[in-house]
């Protein structure tokens, strides 16, 4: 799953929300328990802002769900 979390956020951020959507599909279908809140807990690079809050933009593009 975690070629999808990284093609959803950054296609979305390149502005190919298609791409960006289809990819946070296919991650909520192999993993429906991923939201915003959850990668905010788990995810590695959650300690570095100055990354993770482009990264969280971009899966909120993709549709990744806050909850």
Not at 42 to 67: N, T
């Amino acid at each position: 799953t975690w070629a999808y979390r990284i093609l959803a956020y950054t296609a979305a951020l390149a502005g190919d929300l298609a791409t960006a959507r289809d990819a946070a599909r296919r991650l909520l279908a192999a993993n429906p328990k991923v939201s915003i809140a959850s990668l905010r807990r788990a995810h590695p690079s959650r300690h570095r802002p100055h990354i993770f809050d482009a990264m969280l933009e971009g899966w909120r593009l993709a549709g990744i769900p806050e909850e």
